[in-house]
Nanobody
Framework: QAQLVESGGGLVQPGGSLRLSCAAS????????MRWYRQAPGKEREFVAF????????KYADSVKGRFTISRDNGKNMVYLQMNSLKPEDTGVYYCNANTGRSVWGQGTQVTVSS
């Protein structure tokens, strides 16, 4: 059964950094593109970043471009999101996602950016 487990969230001051991790299991991780999404309180879930199966292709939401970096390690079945220069508007629950024929979501990890 396909499963994703996010970790690495927490409370950070504006301008700080966090690195989120997502551990995949139950499917052939190296065969699927991966994405990060986030959901702020009272708002809809929104796309944050995309990475292709080899890691050669990436895309970002305009709001995080230049501050966030998505990466993956196919040998470890892991996808990461390095978040720098964090802003209060980056606060939310962050989810990783894989589309294996059905959309697979993790439970999410909370990121709070506040002084």
């Amino acid at each position: 059964q396909a499963q994703l487990v996010e970790s690495g969230g927490g409370l950070v001051q504006p301008g700080g950094s966090l690195r989120l991790s997502c551990a995949a299991s139950g499917f052939t991780f190296s065969s699927y593109n991966m994405r990060w999404y986030r959901q702020a309180p009272g708002k809809e879930r929104e796309f944050v970043a995309f990475i292709s199966v080899t890691g050669a292709g990436t895309k970002y939401a305009d709001s995080v471009k230049g501050r966030f970096t998505i990466s993956r390690d196919n040998g470890k079945n892991m996808v990461y999101l390095q978040m720098n220069s964090l802003k209060p508007e980056d606060t939310g629950v962050y989810y990783c996602n894989a589309n294996t024929g059905r959309s697979v979501w993790g439970q999410g990890t909370q990121v709070t950016v506040s002084s």
